[in-house]
């Protein structure tokens, strides 16, 4: 079988049987700057986040924290978890989202010299088609 046929595999597997929690551990082995395969990998389970209607909980060793990675010089710690809710329901719960989502905003604060990701900033990324597609608005019949 292909990745992709694996993959289609496993989703239609998950979905039938009802998965609800889907575990990951050792998610510190998938740094791409240090392991073969680990791109792949973390995209493969990307694609899987996207597709399984399923928590996913990461858990290893010394993994460092999304906000801290970012490397922005007036970036307070602690914006990005007080707008946890704010970033949940804009991004569908996705983390391939989120991760875009904080990426686009963090790109932004580069460019216009602020060097912090604010809500403002996080309003104005744009998002996925998915996460989009989530929060467009309904329309009242």
């Known amino acids: 079988m292909t990745q992709t046929q694996i993959t289609d595999a496993v989703c239609h597997t998950y979905t039938q049987a009802g998965v609800q929690l889907v575990l990951i551990d050792e998610i510190h082995r998938l740094n791409p700057r240090t392991t073969i395969g680990a791109q792949a990998a973390a995209d493969l389970l990307k694609d899987l986040t996207e597709r399984l209607p399923a928590t996913f909980v990461y ?61 403002t900033t996080l309003d104005a990324a744009q998002l996925d088609h998915l996460a989009e597609q989530h929060n467009r608005p309904t329309r009242n019949r």
């Open 59 to 119: 858990a290893g060793i010394n993994v460092t924290d999304v906000e801290n990675a970012l490397d922005l010089h007036h970036h307070k710690p602690g914006t990005l978890p007080r707008h946890a809710p704010y970033l949940h329901q804009r991004t569908a719960g996705r983390i391939g989202s989120l991760t875009r989502l904080i990426r686009q905003a963090a790109i932004t604060a580069i460019h216009d010299g602020t060097e912090r990701i604010t809500k």
